[in-house]
Every structure is written in C-alpha cells, then in structure tokens.
C-alpha cells in the first residue's frame, strides 16, 4: 500500500464531519501538492511524498501515544475519538501544500569540488504562520473543535516562534495538543532523521 493510499484510507475511515469530503478533494486535487510535496526544504522528508510521509508518521506515535497505559491512567488522556486523532495528525501540517518549490544549490562533493544538487525552496504565498495556517485552511472546508484547533495550531511546540507562555498555556488547557506536538517531535527526530531519503 503507498502512503497515498494509506492516508487516504485512515482520512475516508476516521474523518466523516461535514464538509470532510471537500477537504479531501480540494488535498486531490490540481490546487494542491499535498501528496507529493516535501514536509520540510532540506531536513526532515525533504523528498517528493515527504509530507504524506511525515503525517502519517505522526498519526502513528500519536496513535502510539495515546495508547500508552501512563497517558491514559495518569494523565487521563483517553476520550479522543478516532476522528480527531486522525484530523490533528493527518492535517497538522496543511500549511506546507504549495510551499515547497524545486530547486538547485551548491554543496561540495567528497572531492572538495562545488556542484549543484537538487533541493526545495520554501516560498510561501500564504504568509499565515505555520499551525494557523493549517487551522484557517481546515476551517475552510469543516469545523474543528477547540481542542483539535490548539492542537494543530500548538504542534511545533517550544520549537516555534510562539511566546511560550502561551504555548504552555495551551499544553495545560488542552492536552491534546502536548501529545500531538510530542508526536510531531518523535516523528521528526526519531522517525524521519534516521531514514532520510
């Protein structure tokens, strides 16, 4: 099975609010890259298809981390439905459709001689931000929860640009948003820097 597919199955079988659909077709369609666009220019699945890859990658460790017994008998992290983990995970990073742009840039090769290799230029004609942006685009097509708008809006975490006060405002006011944003992490640092393509 493609990842292409394997989203497409995980998206048709968890995500079935209204409007769910158009946001499907609009993903499909010519007005978006989404299923062969890289999740990052040069790190993490800087790669055609990277970005498909990485959000599945992050719906299997939040999948994985929800399901830890700690997160659920400790931090009582247990009433998420199947859809929202599927909408917080496969869409956290619509904001990278139309992004990514191929292009050229001189590395030296193992000889010490520059030569040009293939990359992606980020140029981002949508300038919203980077977890806002995937939480205006969803909202466009169907609405989200609170919750699963803070998660997806919050899922870089400390590592963004946020005042980390609000982030940890967020984190304590909506946990799904730690756990996403701690999916996205071990997806990113664990998953993808090990297998780069």
Same mark, same amino acid.
């Given at each position: 099975?493609?990842?292409?597919?394997?989203?497409?199955?995980?998206?048709?079988?968890?995500?079935?609010?209204?409007?769910?659909?158009?946001?499907?077709?609009?993903?499909?369609?010519?007005?978006?890259?989404?299923?062969?666009?890289?999740?990052?220019?040069?790190?993490? +699945?800087?790669?055609?298809?990277?970005?498909?890859?990485?959000?599945?990658?992050?719906?299997?460790?939040?999948?994985?981390?929800?399901?830890?017994?700690?997160?659920?008998?400790?931090?009582?992290?247990?009433?998420?439905?199947?859809?929202?983990?599927?909408?917080? *995970?496969?869409?956290?990073?619509?904001?990278?459709?139309?992004?990514?742009?191929?292009?050229?840039?001189?590395?030296?090769?193992?000889?010490?001689?520059?030569?040009?290799?293939?990359?992606?230029?980020?140029?981002?004609?949508?300038?919203?931000?980077? +977890?806002?942006?995937?939480?205006?685009?969803?909202?466009?097509?169907?609405?989200?929860?609170?919750?699963?708008?803070?998660?997806?809006?919050?899922?870089?975490?400390?590592?963004?640009?946020?005042?980390?006060?609000?982030?940890? *405002?967020?984190?304590?006011?909506?946990?799904? *948003?730690? *756990?996403?944003?701690?999916?996205?992490?071990?997806?990113?640092?664990?998953?993808?820097?090990?297998?780069?393509?």
């Amino acid at each position: 099975m493609t990842s292409k597919e394997r989203f497409l199955e995980i998206y048709q079988t968890n995500i079935q609010r209204d409007g769910a659909d158009r946001l499907l077709s609009f993903l499909l369609s010519s007005h978006s890259d989404f299923f062969s666009a890289p999740a990052s220019s040069r790190y993490h +699945g800087a790669y055609v298809g990277g970005l498909v890859d990485h959000s599945l990658n992050v719906y299997d460790c939040l999948k994985d981390y929800l399901a830890r017994p700690r997160v659920q008998e400790v931090y009582d992290l247990k009433n998420y439905s199947e859809e929202t983990i599927a909408i917080v *995970a496969l869409l956290h990073d619509l904001c990278k459709i139309n992004c990514y742009h191929p292009g050229f840039r001189n590395v030296k090769n193992d000889a010490g001689i520059w030569e040009k290799v293939p990359t992606f230029e980020f140029r981002d004609e949508i300038p919203y931000g980077h +977890g806002e942006k995937s939480v205006y685009i969803i909202s466009g097509y169907m609405r989200l929860s609170r919750e699963e708008a803070f998660a997806i809006r919050y899922h870089m975490g400390f590592s963004g640009t946020e005042d980390t006060r609000n982030v940890g *405002a967020a984190f304590e006011k909506f946990p799904l *948003a730690f *756990a996403l944003s701690t999916a996205d992490m071990e997806a990113t640092y664990f998953l993808e820097s090990q297998h780069k393509k």
